[in-house]
């Protein structure tokens, strides 16, 4: 399953090969609160079929039906990109849907030749991250190498976006909790990959849009070798396969390195990587274990949004400190036969 950004450009794309004209909309900027954040991406054709969104709907539904009134030209008069603000006094914002005091800023992009998309999307499914420059008066659009995400930025001659590859999560293991996980990842527009060298693991292993890898795990990463949007977590429990995934995906440019185990088991498995396959301090930092974030999850669905949400978080730059990881939640836990609610204390 592809992300939203790139089911978004291929739906442009393919509608302007048809002859559709085709606006692509970017959210730009923002002030106060709004629905979607900038960078958000619409595609909208011209007989007003929509994939993507800017808002919670009602500036969706002004302009689709501005365009099915007058089609591109009624929001692009000149054809070339347009910027336009939604919000700006208190009738607006109550009319569009947005909170108080919102404001939405787009660009709206005719989408021909001139709009790179098919480049576009070629560098993101070759995983190279884009920075994407459009000439507000012609249309132009100039790409060139860049980081994966940024906020965009938009002055009065161009429109600089940032788009890299799709999310990846990598799990080894195909198990029950292997699979909660990948439902969730797969809802969530990542790419995932099971790998799992046990055949009688693999046989039972059912889930469209999963790619299952028979391979030794080290020779897996090796060969995928993880970039800044790739995720990987350990849940076999078994050191002989967990490791050898560790140990090199720790040293490569994963944002997320995480593996399943009790407190006591995560600390030798550190003590291991660092005595045995000599793994440096620094690397062992990066390596979250117990993976997840505490709910209090008992079942493997649970645990399987516990680890989940925590990918969410590292990926989008949520500081470590602010969720609770599952070791310090665990060591927060009444003893058994304790009472959850302890007496006030004074201080000074």
Not at 102 to 125: D, F, I, M, N, Y
Not at 142 to 161: F, H, K, W, Y
Not at 205 to 227: A, F, T
Not at 255 to 281: K, M, P
């Amino acid at each position: 399953m592809e992300d939203l950004d790139t089911q978004v450009l291929r739906a442009a794309s393919g509608w302007q090969a048809q002859g559709l004209p085709v606006l692509l909309v970017t959210v730009a900027r923002t002030w106060g609160s709004s629905p979607r954040p900038p960078g958000s991406l619409m595609a909208i054709n011209g007989q007003g079929d929509t994939v993507g969104s800017v808002s919670g709907g009602c500036i969706e539904d002004d302009l689709i039906e501005r365009i099915r009134a007058g089609g591109v030209p009624a929001v692009c008069a000149s054809g070339a990109p347009a910027v336009l603000r939604y919000g700006i006094s208190a009738d607006e914002a109550h009319r569009f849907g947005l909170p108080c005091g919102g404001t939405v800023e787009l660009v709206l992009e005719p989408v021909s030749a001139r709009s790179r998309l098919q480049e576009l999307l070629l560098a993101c499914q070759q995983r190279h991250s884009s920075e994407r420059c459009l000439d507000l008066q012609t249309g132009q659009v100039d790409l060139r190498s860049g980081r994966c995400d940024g906020v965009p930025r938009l002055t009065d001659a161009q429109l600089i976006t940032y788009l890299g590859p799709q999310a990846r999560l990598i799990l080894i293991g195909a198990g029950d909790l292997s699979h909660f996980m990948s439902q969730m990842a797969l809802g969530l527009g990542f790419e995932v990959i099971v790998c799992d060298p046990r055949e009688e693991q693999r046989a039972s292993w059912k889930l469209e849009g999963v790619q299952l890898s028979h391979e030794m795990p080290d020779d897996l990463i090796l060969r995928l070798q993880p970039d800044t949007r790739t995720a990987l977590v350990a849940l076999t429990h078994d050191p002989k396969l967990d490791d050898l995934a560790l140990i090199d995906a720790l040293q490569s440019e994963a944002f997320y390195v995480g593996a399943i185990g009790s407190r006591r088991h995560s600390e030798l498995r550190r003590e291991r990587l660092r005595t045995h396959f000599n793994l440096s301090q620094a690397d062992l930092q990066r390596l979250r274990g117990p993976a997840g974030l505490y709910i209090g999850s008992k079942t493997p669905a649970e645990i399987a949004l516990s680890i989940m949400a925590e990918v969410v978080a590292v990926k989008n730059g949520v500081p470590v400190r602010e969720p609770v990881p599952v070791a310090t939640g665990k060591s927060r836990q009444p003893q058994p036969g304790a009472s959850a609610f302890t007496a006030p204390t004074c201080g000074v």
